[in-house]
């Protein structure tokens, strides 16, 4: 059972998560907040392992709570959920440490899926708006943030690794795909992060497409 927080200042929106989050299917929403002031404080009480946030909130928004929480020690991954056109924001929020987002009315098995990938510790960028928010996101951000090494430091099962991180995989999906242990991935994911200067998930997803070891998606309007 994955236990979801939710974040968003909509309550139609939140009834609306609840609704696709069933029991049934493997999640628990265990907690709820309106606003993003509250977020690091839930995370304490409740022990969520996915936040799923909204990006737009009028006291607090979620670029600047998934900040505040990723600040705080042993914080849980961050799933930004959004519209089709915040690619500032969505840049914002990835700076501020998000594993990825997800924008608003896509279809339930998708979002079933980021929140899992995400758990797992996998990242997940919507392909929709991938390629327009990663060109924000590497404009703004500093090399060290997203990456700065050279893709011929990384042995071959590196790159075969990386690559299926910017598939949004996770180390227990990778492992199944290579046929090797999850302990495996886990070594080769922290050489090429501390090869290429990554500082996390998502800036190995933004280094794979920016080297072409994950072929750009269409984008496509919901």
Known sequence: M???????????????????????????VVGECADGGGVVSAVEDLRPEVVLMDVR???????????????????????????????EVLAGVLRAGASG????????????RAVRTVAGGGAWLDPAVTGRVLAIYRSAAPAAVWGDGSLHLLTGREREVLSLIGRGRTNAEIAGELFVGEGTVKTHVNHLFSKLHL?????????????????????QRQ
């Open 2 to 28: 994955i236990r979801v927080l939710l974040v968003d200042d909509q309550e139609l929106v939140r009834a609306g998560l609840r609704g696709i989050l069933r029991e049934v299917l493997g999640f628990q």
């Open 57 to 87: 909130m009028p006291v607090v928004d979620g670029v600047e709570a998934t900040r505040r929480l990723r600040g705080a020690k042993g914080s849980p991954p961050v799933l930004a959920l959004t519209t089709f056109d915040d690619d």
């Open 101 to 112: 987002f997800v924008l608003k009315g896509v279809p339930a098995e998708d979002l079933l």
């Open 199 to 219: 500082r996390d998930r998502a800036a190995a997803v933004v280094f794979a497409f920016d080297h072409d070891l994950v072929a750009p998606m269409p984008e």
